[in-house]
């Protein structure tokens, strides 16, 4: 196909360019073996542990060094030949200069931009978030070799739970689940950092350093004059069980990440920086966090000088240093530190604790094992950034993402005739910049939907319909009087970072402006059925054109990145074949009238309260979690051996418990591992593709209780897989499952209990029934 040849041809380009640049810049690093009087310091011998060698170079540090190691943007110690550290990088999606430790000003001037995470969640691909983060790594680890960093620690993944659809950080996230957005984590953390996706042995140091943020519950931005700064998030025991610390949970065990960034938000009356049972008891004692632990920026002042959480800024800096945290982003740490030791608040001693897990990272990295270029990762060059594999990747990506909403009288894939016409239409159609969202670097090529749908059709005409995505005054007449033209219309439309974004929450989930007026005029004028793809990282209210008649499909393509334009075409002239799902609950604009500020999962019959996402949300969808069509049509069947009947009732240390709906449970923890273990299932299930094109298909395994207790799930997410088939092939998918895992759920105490009754594991329209005896 030409637009393959076309994207190929500029990847090869792009490449070429940046080789043929050389660099004159050299990384920083420390223990120069050249340099005589720093190559016989013990902190510089990589012979010796790296927990001897971190406390040998903080006792050389005098308090004023020490000090000015505690924020993000850490000078340089020149009489021990350390060089200046920033903490602070961004790597979202792809390598980004919205922090400032990336420099696009050297031998590297773009990195490949990939979807952006509410997309690339859709895939259900953990392979696939895997080997983004993989290229993630490669590519910072290039632009640190190339001398155009100061740091190799980047502060991704987001992995909040997107528990409300106004959210403007949404984008960021892997979306609603708490199973998708840990398995993206542990995936995309094992990716960046250079570890194999499996298994505990480590492939080998630290190809560049993940922190999984926001630590915790931290999922409300600018809304209705309240503000993340003073937020104070109030959930129950039950609630951060289940849904907001699993994800950071596995991050940690799973994922072994080497940071985590406390959120700016309060959680039940405690700033989470300060919150000694969050950041120590929490995730350095029960979940073995080893490393360093930063702020979000100014996340520290504001425990004083916002909501005076602290009485004084040096009580603040006691507060946090005492609580866990080890680096600030922002200067308050280097403004009250001294202040705060010479009044006998804060013992030095905090001070080394933290230096020990900044330093400690930084040797993680192999930055004080002297000249990177003889180093694990020395040899990787700027012919690795934007390198074809990567871009195809990107590519991949987008197309594995795309969501097949509606295609009534299998509108879609158009033809591909070579007299036909096509008229493109929308805000978005041409807007580069709208396809990378936020956290965002330069990408190493824009393909705009408008420039890949003109690949495939020589009479193309466009019009924007509109001056932007708010659309205050579209243009109708014109956009009508080319659809009436044409034989075909696509109409792409929907946010952009205008409408949602960091420090920016919706107050509508329609689409803004005049967009739906501009949307139904067109598809009332075009000759055929128009095709609609919408552009946005939050969820849309779009049953206007669920339901109309004239509007025979519909793709949802988040922020599909550099390349997403040549995915959206390539799915709709059928080039590709959409599977993505859903990764969050659509929801009417009537939800707009449960105030953000309710952190409650669970519903609430008394008052009304619907709960949220899919787990527990009783209310009206537009579209469900997990939704999506195809061109193919696909077929289950349940392979036999599956037990069917799992006995709990063998622990002479489990008690037995009566909850007030007469349901028997019993604790978790009281079981013990090896009884959990006997207790595993195995489940097969046949997948076969039924339709005439080769595709690729996410198995979602759910879990829904024939009687649950009050509190517990609808039904929830217990296990997921990806399977590529072609035309008529079949594959059987696997599943083990941990009943005491899957099957458990906490109590309003937090705790994790298993409750007796009939649990049905579902796969599409196939249910299999498992009953459990405490």
Same mark, same amino acid.
């Given at each position: 196909?030409?637009?393959?040849?076309?994207?190929?041809?500029?990847?090869?380009?792009?490449?070429?360019?940046?080789?043929?640049?050389? /660099?004159?810049?050299?990384?920083?690093?420390?223990?120069?073996?050249?340099?005589?009087?720093?190559?016989?310091? &013990?902190?510089?011998?990589?012979?010796?542990?790296?927990?001897?060698?971190?406390?040998?170079?903080?006792?050389?540090?005098?308090? +004023?060094?020490?000090?000015?190691?505690?924020?993000?943007?850490?000078?340089?110690?020149?009489?021990?030949?350390?060089?200046?550290?920033?903490?602070?990088?961004?790597?979202?999606?792809?390598?980004?200069?919205? $922090?400032?430790?990336?420099?696009?000003? =050297?031998?590297?001037?773009?990195?490949?931009?990939?979807?952006?995470?509410?997309?690339?969640?859709?895939?259900?691909?953990?392979?696939?978030?895997?080997?983004? =983060?993989?290229?993630?790594?490669?590519?910072?680890?290039?632009?640190?070799?190339?001398?155009?960093?100061?740091?190799?620690?980047?502060?991704?993944?987001?992995?909040?739970?997107?528990?409300?659809?106004?959210?403007?950080?949404?984008?960021?996230?892997? =979306?609603? +689940?708490?199973?998708?957005?840990?398995?993206?984590?542990?995936?995309?953390?094992?990716?960046?950092?250079?570890?194999?996706?499996?298994?505990?042995?480590?492939?080998?140091?630290?190809?560049? /350093?993940?922190?999984?943020?926001?630590?915790?519950?931290?999922?409300?931005?600018?809304?209705?004059?309240?503000?993340?700064?003073?937020?104070?998030?109030?959930?129950?025991?039950?609630?951060?069980?289940?849904?907001?610390?699993?994800?950071?949970?596995?991050?940690?065990?799973?994922?072994?990440?080497?940071?985590?960034?406390?959120?700016?938000?309060?959680?039940?009356?405690?700033?989470?920086?300060?919150?000694?049972?969050?950041?120590?008891?929490?995730?350095?004692?029960?979940?073995?966090?080893?490393?360093?632990?930063?702020?979000?920026? *100014?996340?520290?002042?504001?425990?004083? +000088?916002?909501?005076?959480?602290?009485?004084?800024?040096?009580?603040?800096?006691?507060?946090?240093?005492?609580?866990?945290?080890?680096?600030?982003?922002?200067?308050?740490?280097?403004?009250?530190?001294?202040?705060?030791? #010479?009044?006998?608040?804060?013992?030095?001693?905090?001070?080394?604790?933290?230096?020990?897990?900044?330093?400690?990272?930084?040797?993680?990295?192999?930055?004080?094992?002297?000249?990177?270029?003889?180093? &694990?990762?020395?040899?990787?060059?700027?012919?690795?950034?934007?390198?074809?594999?990567?871009?195809?990747?990107?590519?991949?990506?987008?197309?594995?993402?795309?969501?097949?909403?509606?295609?009534?009288?299998?509108?879609?894939?158009? &033809?591909?005739?070579?007299?036909?016409?096509?008229?493109?239409?929308?805000?978005?159609?041409?807007?580069?910049?709208?396809?990378?969202?936020?956290?965002?670097?330069?990408?190493?090529?824009?393909?705009?939907?408008?420039?890949?749908?003109?690949?495939?059709?020589?009479?193309?005409?466009?019009?924007?319909?509109? +001056?932007?995505?708010?659309?205050?005054?579209?243009?109708?007449?014109?956009?009508?009087?080319?659809?009436?033209?044409?034989?075909?219309?696509?109409?792409?439309?929907?946010?952009?970072?205008?409408?949602?974004?960091?420090?920016? *929450?919706?107050?509508?989930?329609?689409?803004?402006?005049?967009?739906?007026?501009?949307?139904?005029?067109?598809?009332?004028?075009?000759?055929?059925?128009?095709?609609?793809?919408?552009?946005?990282?939050?969820?849309?209210?779009?049953?206007?054109?669920?339901?109309?008649?004239?509007?025979?499909?519909?793709?949802?393509? $988040?922020? &599909?990145?550099?390349?997403?334009?040549?995915?959206?075409?390539?799915?709709?002239? $059928?080039?590709?074949?959409?599977?993505?799902?859903?990764?969050?609950?659509?929801?009417?604009?009537?939800?707009?009238?449960?105030?953000?500020?309710?952190?409650?999962?669970?519903?609430?019959?008394?008052?009304?309260?619907?709960?949220?996402?899919?787990?527990?949300?009783?209310?009206?969808?537009?579209?469900?979690?997990?939704?999506?069509?195809?061109? /193919?049509?696909?077929?289950?069947?349940?392979?036999?051996?599956?037990?069917?009947?799992?006995?709990?009732?063998?622990?002479?240390?489990?008690?037995?418990?009566?909850?007030?709906?007469?349901?028997?449970?019993?604790?978790?923890?009281?079981?013990?591992?090896?009884?959990?273990?006997?207790?595993?299932? /195995?489940?097969?299930?046949?997948?076969?593709?039924?339709?005439?094109?080769?595709?690729?298909?996410?198995?979602?395994?759910?879990?829904?209780?024939?009687?649950?207790?009050?509190?517990?799930?609808?039904?929830?997410?217990?296990?997921?897989?990806?399977?590529?088939?072609?035309?008529?092939?079949?594959?059987?998918? $696997?599943?083990?499952?941990?009943?005491?895992?899957?099957?458990?759920?906490?109590?309003?105490?937090?705790? #994790?209990?298993?409750?007796?009754?009939?649990?049905?594991?579902?796969?599409?329209?196939?249910?299999?029934?498992?009953?459990?005896?405490?």
């Amino acid at each position: 196909m030409k637009l393959h040849r076309l994207l190929l041809i500029n990847l090869i380009y792009i490449t070429v360019i940046l080789v043929g640049v050389e /660099s004159t810049q050299s990384p920083p690093f420390s223990c120069d073996s050249s340099n005589p009087s720093t190559k016989s310091y &013990p902190f510089c011998k990589t012979t010796l542990p790296i927990s001897d060698r971190v406390r040998d170079l903080v006792s050389r540090l005098t308090l +004023d060094e020490k000090i000015s190691q505690l924020v993000n943007s850490a000078p340089a110690i020149p009489r021990l030949g350390i060089p200046a550290y920033e903490w602070w990088s961004e790597a979202l999606h792809g390598v980004a200069d919205a $922090g400032p430790g990336i420099m696009f000003n =050297g031998t590297i001037r773009s990195a490949t931009s990939f979807p952006q995470v509410i997309l690339t969640a859709a895939s259900f691909d953990v392979h696939l978030w895997y080997r983004i =983060g993989r290229a993630i790594g490669v590519e910072a680890r290039a632009v640190y070799n190339a001398g155009q960093t100061k740091g190799l620690t980047f502060w991704a993944p987001n992995i909040n739970i997107f528990r409300d659809p106004r959210w403007g950080r949404g984008q960021e996230t892997p =979306g609603e +689940d708490p199973l998708v957005t840990g398995s993206y984590a542990v995936s995309y953390v094992r990716g960046v950092q250079g570890d194999c996706l499996q298994g505990l042995k480590r492939c080998g140091e630290l190809q560049a /350093s993940a922190c999984c943020k926001h630590f915790t519950a931290y999922d409300l931005d600018d809304w209705k004059g309240i503000d993340r700064f003073k937020f104070d998030a109030r959930v129950t025991m039950q609630d951060l069980a289940d849904t907001y610390q699993p994800p950071f949970h596995r991050c940690i065990e799973e994922g072994r990440a080497s940071g985590i960034m406390c959120a700016y938000n309060r959680v039940n009356g405690v700033p989470s920086c300060a919150d000694f049972n969050l950041l120590t008891n929490t995730a350095r004692k029960r979940w073995n966090f080893e490393g360093y632990i930063t702020s979000d920026c *100014d996340a520290v002042s504001i425990i004083h +000088d916002s909501y005076g959480f602290a009485k004084t800024p040096e009580d603040a800096v006691v507060d946090v240093l005492k609580a866990g945290m080890d680096v600030n982003c922002g200067t308050y740490l280097l403004n009250h530190t001294k202040s705060a030791v #010479m009044q006998k608040k804060l013992p030095e001693s905090e001070i080394d604790r933290a230096l020990e897990n900044l330093f400690a990272v930084r040797m993680r990295l192999g930055l004080f094992n002297g000249n990177p270029k003889g180093q &694990p990762y020395g040899d990787i060059g700027p012919n690795q950034v934007c390198s074809v594999e990567h871009q195809t990747l990107a590519l991949d990506a987008a197309r594995d993402g795309i969501v097949l909403l509606k295609n009534s009288q299998r509108l879609l894939p158009l &033809p591909k005739g070579k007299t036909m016409s096509l008229a493109v239409i929308g805000p978005n159609a041409n807007s580069p910049k709208t396809l990378i969202g936020n956290y965002a670097g330069p990408p190493c090529k824009f393909i705009t939907p408008l420039q890949a749908l003109q690949s495939y059709v020589k009479s193309t005409m466009y019009h924007p319909g509109c +001056d932007d995505v708010a659309c205050s005054s579209p243009s109708i007449e014109k956009a009508v009087e080319i659809a009436q033209k044409a034989d075909y219309v696509v109409l792409v439309v929907g946010l952009d970072q205008t409408q949602e974004r960091e420090a920016h *929450d919706r107050l509508d989930l329609v689409l803004p402006g005049k967009q739906q007026k501009l949307i139904t005029s067109v598809a009332k004028a075009a000759k055929k059925q128009v095709v609609l793809v919408l552009l946005s990282g939050g969820p849309v209210d779009i049953s206007f054109a669920k339901y109309s008649n004239n509007i025979g499909s519909i793709l949802w393509a $988040g922020y &599909p990145g550099g390349a997403g334009g040549a995915a959206i075409a390539e799915t709709i002239f $059928g080039d590709h074949n959409p599977g993505g799902r859903l990764p969050v609950t659509w929801y009417p604009q009537d939800f707009t009238k449960i105030p953000m500020t309710d952190m409650r999962m669970r519903p609430e019959s008394n008052s009304g309260y619907p709960g949220r996402t899919y787990r527990f949300y009783t209310g009206e969808k537009v579209f469900e979690f997990g939704y999506g069509l195809s061109y /193919s049509t696909y077929s289950y069947e349940s392979i036999p051996g599956t037990r069917n009947k799992l006995y709990f009732n063998q622990s002479s240390t489990a008690h037995v418990y009566e909850d007030t709906d007469f349901i028997r449970y019993t604790s978790v923890a009281q079981l013990g591992k090896e009884l959990c273990d006997s207790n595993n299932i /195995s489940i097969s299930i046949r997948v076969r593709n039924e339709g005439e094109m080769a595709g690729k298909h996410s198995v979602l395994l759910f879990v829904r209780r024939l009687k649950a207790s009050a509190g517990s799930p609808i039904i929830k997410l217990v296990a997921f897989q990806s399977v590529h088939l072609n035309a008529g092939e079949s594959a059987d998918v $696997g599943f083990l499952l941990n009943p005491c895992e899957h099957f458990s759920g906490p109590n309003k105490d937090g705790l #994790m209990v298993i409750e007796e009754g009939t649990h049905f594991l579902v796969v599409g329209d196939q249910g299999h029934p498992v009953t459990v005896v405490v």
